[in-house]
Antibody, heavy 121, light 106 residues
Framework: EVQLLESGGAVVQPGGSLRLSCAGS????????MHWIRQAPGKGLEWVSL????????YYVDSVKGRFTVSRDNNKDSLFLQMATVGFEDTAVYYC??????????????WGQGTLVTVSS | IQMTQSPSSLSASVGDRITITCRAS??????LNWYQQTPGKAPKLLMY???SLQSGVSSRFSGSGSGTEFTLTISSLQPEDFATYYC?????????FGQGTKVAIK
């Protein structure tokens, strides 16, 4: 069974930094593109970033480019999101998610339970 | 690419047939996915490739479309189907979601 477990969510001040982690299990982590998706309180889903199976390609939504960095450690089956210069608009539940097909981009078939990031002064 | 869903919300009864529309601002061919989210839970993949049913998902769900216009149909609403539904394009990053359609009980 695929499991994705996010951690690292916290209350952070505007302008601060935070690192989110996601531990994957139940699948061959190194074979899959991984995503971060967020959901502000009471709002819809916003795709944030992806990293290819080997870490060679990364993509970001415009609102986080230059502030967030996605990375992965395939030896530890782990995904990361380094968040910097956070603003109130970054307050959200952050989901780690797995691509449906190995060695490709596309739909997401598994999600973690999410970790809450609250930006507050 | 902008994704626009309609309606934003709807009320329906158990047994009803409902259709949700998703429009893309430019062609995404068939790189269109549908997700279901219930309150407090992570989203669940229903359809991928516009019309392919994800394994384990009920056949009362169906999807169609290509290019810029897509639909998700639930043939006979069940109590567990009252949720919010999102489309997402995966043709070109960033992989934008629609704003969601909340399906409520009438």
């Amino acid at each position: 069974e695929v499991q994705l477990l996010e951690s690292g969510g916290a209350v952070v001040q505007p302008g601060g930094s935070l690192r989110l982690s996601c531990a994957g299990s139940g699948f061959t982590f190194r074979d899959y593109t991984m995503h971060w998706i967020r959901q502000a309180p009471g709002k819809g889903l916003e795709w944030v970033s992806l990293i290819s199976w080997d870490g060679s390609d990364t993509y970001y939504v415009d609102s986080v480019k230059g502030r967030f960095t996605v990375s992965r450690d395939n030896n530890k089956d782990s995904l990361f999101l380094q968040m910097a210069t956070v603003g109130f608009e970054d307050t959200a539940v952050y989901y780690c998610a797995k691509g449906r097909i190995g060695y490709s981009y596309g739909s997401i078939d598994s999600w973690g339970q999410g970790t809450l990031v609250t930006v507050s002064s | 690419i902008q994704m626009t869903q309609s309606p934003s919300s709807l009320s329906a009864s158990v047994g009803d047939r409902i259709t949700i529309t998703c429009r893309a601002s430019q062609s995404v061919t068939t790189h269109l996915n549908w997700y279901q989210q219930t309150p407090g839970k992570a989203p669940k993949l229903l359809m991928y490739g516009a019309s392919s049913l994800q394994s384990g998902v009920s056949s009362r769900f169906s999807g169609s479309g290509s290019g810029t216009e897509f639909t998700l149909t639930i043939s006979s609403l069940q109590p567990e189907d009252f949720a919010t539904y999102y489309c997402q394009e995966t043709y070109s990053a960033p992989y934008t979601f629609g704003q969601g359609t909340k399906v409520a009980i009438k």
